[in-house]
């Protein structure tokens, strides 16, 4: 088969891809001129009873757990067809934010169903590809022949319901993910139609050498992030600092904005800068990690249209000015490369701390890498029969994988239990929905469904309401009070 796009889009129990479970999964194949091949994909994957729907989740997607049940396929059933349907060598996998969202969820899919988590987006040519900061770029820098949106404030606004309404693009139902993906489909030939050269150049640059490129020539070089400010359109003139020695990222630094405080301070007072703050009088760090693995939207050079840098907050000057002040300041990179050690030394503990603490099995899958020998009984696990699986549970050397077994059976396998694994799942189901916190799971979700019916909703949104008022109680734990 010949490169082709594969635009997929999922809706969610929830927002967490670590905790919340991919609920309906829609694509469908494009050639790279981005008209269809194949049928659409269209599926409901089965909600398992110890997660709990988030209702704000669900009042969005329109999606119940009951349909779910009624119409969907179990987690492993999916992925079988995914591999099957879907998987093809050449593939660019394409979504709307899907890097930041999609991505994440289908890992975690992967990892509880004994798959590698990143294969499928590398293997045979595979590679992917993230439309939001292509309409980020293509708005910051050559917006004409397109209407852009702006939100009830005035801001503006790149969200694809909005994006397709304003150019009368198809899109009948947002949130439903097969409208979504071909609403995303629609706005891709749009770009394409009207900036050809900068739609063909992205594309050719989402693959992490192109990037290299571009962001280590050590030259400026414009740069789209969702981090930068909405009201420049999220987009900068950056230049390298430095690449981090064993890892795959880079430091950049946002030429917009004057070096001159930060060139002096410690390394604990650049971790101060670095960190978020609501504060109005926190000014943050203008550097930022760019990750050469997830296709970052960046163009060669500094555009030379002076309109377009006074709508972007820049000016040649000041770039200029501003890349020779931290040109000569390699103190400077080397206390924020101190800095990121000493952030990521914390980040580590606290994560450590957290998987002591309270994170389960199915959201370790950043633990570590699984060894070969374990890919090999993963395998077996993916081809066994539901009665042989929990003789391969010792198998395994990872502990994440022997923990994970038991409950790979039960979810996608319930009727293939003993009566101790049974007993086993029950208990894990009750502990799962009774506890996190000064209220259990289960109390929370009854009462965010109570205020939400107390609010001024549509007759759907109180019927979905209503659904899952029903749902909870029909997975109850005894001796549960909702």
């Not at 820049?314 to 300041?329: K, M, N």
């Not at 009727?415 to 929370?444: H, I, Y």
């Not at 909703?457 to 001796?479: N, T």
């Amino acid at each position: 088969m010949a490169t082709s796009f594969f635009f997929y889009d999922l809706e969610t129990s929830g927002f967490n891809p670590r905790t919340a479970r991919i609920m309906q999964f829609a694509g469908q194949r494009t050639d790279l001129n981005l008209k269809s091949v194949g049928e659409p994909v269209n599926v409901l994957i089965k909600l398992t009873p110890e997660v709990l729907p988030d209702p704000d989740a669900v009042l969005v997607t329109g999606i119940t757990p009951q349909q779910t049940l009624a119409d969907g396929i179990t987690e492993a059933e999916f992925l079988k067809f995914f591999y099957k349907e879907v998987v093809k060598p050449d593939t660019v996998f394409v979504g709307y934010n899907s890097i930041r969202f999609d991505d994440e969820f289908m890992r975690f899919l992967h990892y509880r169903n004994f798959y590698d988590a990143y294969e499928w987006q590398w293997k045979d040519g595979a590679s992917r590809w993230d439309l939001l900061d292509v309409v980020r770029l293509t708005r910051a820098l050559k917006p004409d022949g397109i209407k852009w949106p702006f939100a009830s404030d005035g801001r503006p606004t790149n969200r694809l319901e909005f994006l397709t309404s304003v150019n009368k693009l198809g899109h009948d139902k947002a949130h439903d993910a097969l409208s979504d993906v071909r609403a995303t489909i629609a706005v891709a030939q749009l770009i394409r139609e009207r900036q050809p050269d900068l739609f063909q150049y992205l594309f050719e640059t989402r693959k992490k050498d192109r990037v290299r490129a571009v962001v280590d020539s050590g030259k400026p070089f414009m740069y789209t992030s969702g981090r930068y400010p909405g009201e420049f359109f999220h987009t900068t003139a950056a230049v390298l600092l430095g690449r981090h020695s064993q890892q795959d990222y880079a430091l950049v630094y946002d030429l917009r904005v004057d070096p001159a405080p930060f060139l002096k301070m410690s390394t604990e007072e650049l971790i101060e800068a670095w960190k978020y703050s609501k504060d109005p009088e926190h000014v943050r760090l203008p550097v930022k990690t760019l990750k050469y693995n997830r296709c970052p939207a960046v163009v060669t050079g500094i555009v030379k249209d002076a309109d377009t840098l006074e709508r972007l907050g820049l000016s040649r000057e000041g770039i200029t000015d501003h890349w020779r002040q931290v040109s000569a300041a390699p103190d400077f990179v080397e206390r924020l490369f101190a800095a990121v050690q000493k952030m990521d030394t914390e980040r580590e503990r606290a994560q450590v701390a957290m998987v002591e603490n309270n994170l389960t099995v199915d959201e370790r899958l950043y633990d570590g890498f699984v060894e070969a020998g374990d890919a090999a009984t993963m395998r077996a696990v993916r081809l066994a029969k539901p009665e042989a699986l929990s003789e391969l549970k010792e198998e395994f050397k990872d502990a994440r994988l022997k923990s994970l077994l038991p409950l790979y059976k039960a979810r996608n396998y319930p009727t293939a239990l003993t009566a101790e694994e049974r007993a086993s799942w029950e208990a894990f189901v009750q502990q799962k929905l009774l506890t996190g916190g000064p209220e259990s799971r289960m109390a929370t979700y009854f009462d965010r469904v109570q205020t939400l019916a107390g609010e001024s909703l549509s007759g759907e949104q109180q019927y979905l309401l209503e659904e899952l008022r029903l749902y909870g109680e029909s997975i109850m734990p005894d001796g549960a009070i909702g």
